[in-house]
């Protein structure tokens, strides 16, 4: 549906890729991979019109719509529902269930349908800007990080939204498992070029690797055969016996297309500085309670206990205190109840969150060096270097990094002090594919403890050997691994709608039962109206294609007049096809207006 011939990107000197050519095919759903930094998110704006290409042509047929997650937050209603609402196409203005339905698969409540959506973080702001994009019905729809921002359960019924959506997809996202739950092929972007494929990341990744094994054979073994040729020559260029042939292979020599060898990318490669202890318990928690305001907590009675070698996963909705909990382990808040930590305990605390405390007039060496005055010069340029900062890049202001490069920084704070419990909060976030297999296996060989919190289903699944679930308006210990806690309990149906709080007597259960009819009726009727216009239009069409079949059955092939009309016949299949089509789309609209009623209906029965 979309086809994207020779482009081209550069920023100055520096070229993000060359000689890109793809197609994103109908109900396609295809995962953009590739290094923090290779242009990813630019080809997405390159798509959009909000950037130029250097080269090239992008194709894009007539009618076809292009949407995206805005990452930029800008609302112009007071109430979460009327500023979803104002994304609804022209003649679906009225369809308020299509917006409510979509905020309640992305984890919003029902009372928080008249909330004004400053009252939001902007986690949740983004997830409004979400909304807005589905509701526009894009052809295509491009999302960048959208995992970033959605909790496990708006994970799920995001993948099954996805899986059942009607138009293409294009997807960047780091979070591997979710992406290969969802797309039919993988892109990436690598050494400039793009390859697109059908199947799963870990096959592009094989093949990838197999492709840059089979180059570096063939350069080493093209290298020798050019260094014996260049021999030949340099030994009887001067012989008249052997000159004729020796200038032969010199010809070859300047004919062949010499390869290159493929540069070491850099990579996130370091291990977390583990204090040594005996401690057979690191921390215990006994009846923790906390909540900002009284009578509110988010968490009331939490035990539990984290050994040497323990990896503790906190899970559940955003909003609920799974990054206050890490903020009272860390003692960064106080609550009820008791923490008590043996002597030895040394903790690190990785938190998204504290990039506001970095100084941005400070160089990346000086904010990590800061953190432990006992380091030399030389140890925390080392940790800058397993940060990716290397040689002039660790004397970059933290002003002018990007968001990523600055999680990159508070990272290597944590790794200049040694510790024996690590707090995680979202370690993941921002990382490309690459780094995120290299925090997932240190966070494994770490001996010391680990509490993080993560939505990173594949992490989880490879870490947590017990789980912190904020579920139900509180916290509690699941001992087992993830894949365990999904077998015994689960999240339940993520498509499922939100329960009222109150349904209100039976007097104002028929009021509700008859305002659902009676918005069922109106959003049916025009599309009634529609249906029964286009079955005419498509009889009288049919009618029209059998009378001109008979015409030409009669006719000379190749005449004037069979030309004529064989064009009609062609202009005709191809209107009845259009009319087909618009009505499968007005029939689906018919049967979601009627299923969502059906379901409010079933809510009100008693």
């Given at each position: 549906m979309i086809q994207v011939s020779n482009l081209k990107k550069s920023y100055g000197a520096r070229v993000l890729f060359e000689n890109v050519s793809f197609s994103i095919d109908r109900k396609e759903i295809v995962g953009l991979v590739g290094r923090n930094g290779c242009g990813k998110s630019t080809l997405f704006r390159i798509l959009l019109g909000q950037e130029l290409?250097?080269?090239?042509?992008?194709?894009i047929p007539k009618g076809y719509r292009i949407g995206a997650l805005d990452q930029h937050i800008k609302f112009s209603e007071n109430e979460v529902l009327k500023e979803c609402a104002t994304a609804l196409l022209p003649g679906q203005k009225e369809d308020l269930y299509k917006a409510e339905a979509l905020l309640f698969g992305l984890g919003f409540e029902a009372e928080d349908m008249e909330r004004n959506?400053?009252?939001?973080?902007?986690?949740?702001?983004?997830?409004?800007?979400?909304?807005?994009?589905?509701?526009?019905?894009?052809?295509?729809?491009?999302?960048?990080?959208?995992?970033?921002?959605?909790?496990?359960?708006?994970?799920?019924?995001?993948?099954?939204?996805?899986?059942?959506?009607s138009g293409e997809v294009m997807i960047i996202t780091h979070d591997r498992k979710f992406m290969d739950s969802v797309t039919s092929h993988t892109m990436?972007?690598?050494?400039?070029?793009?390859?697109?494929?059908?199947?799963?990341?870990?096959?592009?990744?094989?093949?990838?690797?197999?492709?840059?094994?089979?180059?570096?054979k063939t350069r080493i073994n093209q290298e020798k055969k050019i260094k014996e040729m260049q021999q030949f020559v340099d030994r009887f260029r001067a012989k008249n016996t052997k000159a004729k042939q020796a200038q032969s292979k010199l010809k070859q020599i300047q004919k062949m297309t010499v390869l290159t060898k493929l540069m070491q990318e850099a990579h996130l490669g370091f291990q977390f500085n583990f204090q040594d202890t005996p401690a057979k318990t690191l921390l215990t928690v006994n009846e923790l309670s906390f909540g900002f305001e009284p009578g509110k907590t988010l968490f009331h009675n939490l035990n539990f206990d984290v050994k040497p070698g323990d990896c503790v996963a906190v899970i559940g909705k955003n909003g609920f205190g799974k990054t206050t909990l890490l903020n009272v382990l860390s003692g960064q808040l106080n609550a009820k109840g008791s923490m008590q930590a043996h002597p030895d305990l040394k903790m690190g605390y990785y938190q998204q969150t504290n990039k506001k405390k970095l100084d941005g007039t400070w160089t990346v060496e000086q904010e990590i060096g800061s953190v432990n005055p006992h380091l030399g010069t030389s140890q925390v340029r080392a940790i800058c270097g397993a940060m990716m900062f290397s040689g002039e890049d660790a004397e970059k202001k933290i002003g002018v990094l990007s968001g990523g490069e600055q999680g990159r920084v508070l990272l290597g704070k944590v790794i200049a002090e040694p510790c024996n419990l690590l707090l995680l909060d979202e370690p993941t976030n921002h990382l490309d594919m690459e780094s995120i297999q290299v925090m997932s296996e240190e966070i494994a060989e770490f001996p010391g403890g680990v509490i993080f919190v993560s939505h990173?289903?594949?992490?989880?699944?490879?870490?947590a050997n017990k789980i912190i679930v904020f579920k139900d308006g509180n916290a509690r210990l699941f001992l087992g691994t993830y894949d365990e806690f999904l077998d015994k309990e689960g999240w339940g149906d993520p498509l499922q709608k939100k329960e009222k709080k109150s349904k209100g007597d039976r007097k104002e259960i028929k009021r509700q039962r008859a305002e659902i009819i009676q918005k069922r009726a109106k959003g049916l009727k025009p599309l009634k109206l529609e249906n029964?216009?286009?079955?005419?239009?498509?009889?009288?069409?049919?009618?029209?294609?059998?009378?001109?079949?008979a015409q030409v059955s009669g006719l000379e092939i190749?005449?004037?007049?069979?030309k004529q009309i064989f064009q009609q016949i062609g202009s005709l299949q191809i209107k009845i096809a259009e009319h087909y089509q618009k009505l499968d789309e007005v029939i689906d609209k018919m049967d979601q207006i009627h299923n969502y009623a059906e379901n409010l209906l079933k809510e009100l029965e008693p």
């Open positions: 290409a250097d080269e090239g042509e992008i194709h959506p400053s009252e939001f973080s902007g986690g949740y702001q983004l997830r409004m800007n979400l909304v807005k994009a589905l509701l526009q019905e894009p052809d295509l729809l491009l999302l960048d990080e959208p995992t970033n921002y959605l909790d496990i359960l708006s994970l799920q019924w995001m993948r099954q939204f996805l899986k059942s959506f990436g972007i690598h050494r400039r070029l793009l390859r697109k494929m059908k199947g799963s990341t870990e096959k592009y990744y094989e093949q990838l690797m197999l492709d840059e094994e089979i180059h570096e990173d289903e594949d992490l989880l699944s490879k870490l029964e216009k286009l079955e005419k239009n498509i009889m009288e069409a049919e009618a029209r294609l059998d009378e001109l079949n190749g005449s004037d007049e069979s």
